[in-house]
């Protein structure tokens, strides 16, 4: 299991190698089209060092936004106090349940890659009926040709030289972590299992970056 505490002030920088500077344009596409009432409760769940909380933010001000992560060296990063950070597992937060207006996680079901089931069972507990969660991760590219200059950047190129510049064993872990992951017709499987309905799945890059769009269901 991968260390977050360790890389929490290098983790910006890495994500930001990982993905040409792209993972900001990818989050916040996620919530593009997402219109919420003032005062709605919003959670980023497996917040990190918040970037995706900030988008949510600036997005919607007149919100309440919550970030919760097993990391409180990553959580530090988070500044800004109008955030509600919790300190707590993804798969056991003590919300009440139908508590939330929206769900969202950015590159956090890797990680959690065996516990991905308990963790839908417990965003759907919390999020309120016919609301939405949203969920990106990165996966193996679909595209063969794609898939070949992805494998030379990632499993090779990025992951020498990313750990040299970081001094860790970041991208040692961040190409493994990718090769074994599920595909995200397996994620939207285990969505569909847990009772909520998928709405819609954006790729990017080839089904590299995908985004699935779902609601709960009841
Ligand atoms: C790759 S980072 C993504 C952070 C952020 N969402 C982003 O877009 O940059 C994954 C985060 O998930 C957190 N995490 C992993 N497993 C978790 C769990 N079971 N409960 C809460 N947080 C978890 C880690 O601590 C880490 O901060």
Redesign the pocket.
């Known amino acids: 299991m991968y260390n977050?505490d360790k890389i929490s002030l290098l983790?910006d920088k890495i994500?930001t190698l990982e993905t040409f500077g792209m993972?900001n344009y990818w989050?916040k596409y996620m919530i593009r089209d997402i219109k919420l009432d003032k005062n709605s409760k919003i959670l980023?769940?497996?917040?990190?060092?918040g970037?995706?909380t900030d988008i949510l933010y600036k997005k919607f001000n007149n919100c309440n936004i919550y970030a919760?992560?097993?990391?409180q060296k990553?959580m530090e990063n988070i500044k800004n106090n109008k955030i509600i950070k919790i300190n707590?597992?993804?798969?056991d937060t003590g919300f009440n349940d139908n508590y939330f207006d929206l769900i969202v996680?950015?590159?956090?079901i890797?990680?959690?890659k065996n516990?991905i089931n308990d963790?839908f069972n417990e965003m759907n507990r919390i999020l309120k009926k016919n609301k939405n969660f949203i969920i990106m991760e990165i996966y193996e590219p679909e595209n063969k040709y794609f898939k070949l200059l992805f494998d030379i950047y990632f499993h090779i190129i990025l992951k020498y030289f990313g750990n040299k510049i970081t001094k860790s064993d970041s991208f040692t872990y961040f190409s493994d972590s990718v090769k074994n992951f599920h595909s995200y017709k397996y994620i939207s499987d285990i969505l569909i299992n847990n009772n909520f309905k998928i709405i819609k799945i954006k790729k990017f890059l080839f089904g590299s970056i995908i985004i699935h769009y779902s609601m709960k269901l009841s």
């Open positions: 977050f983790y994500t993972d989050r980023d769940s497996g917040s990190g060092t970037k995706l919760v992560d097993k990391s990553m707590s597992d993804v798969t996680s950015s590159f956090l890797r990680p959690l516990s963790y």
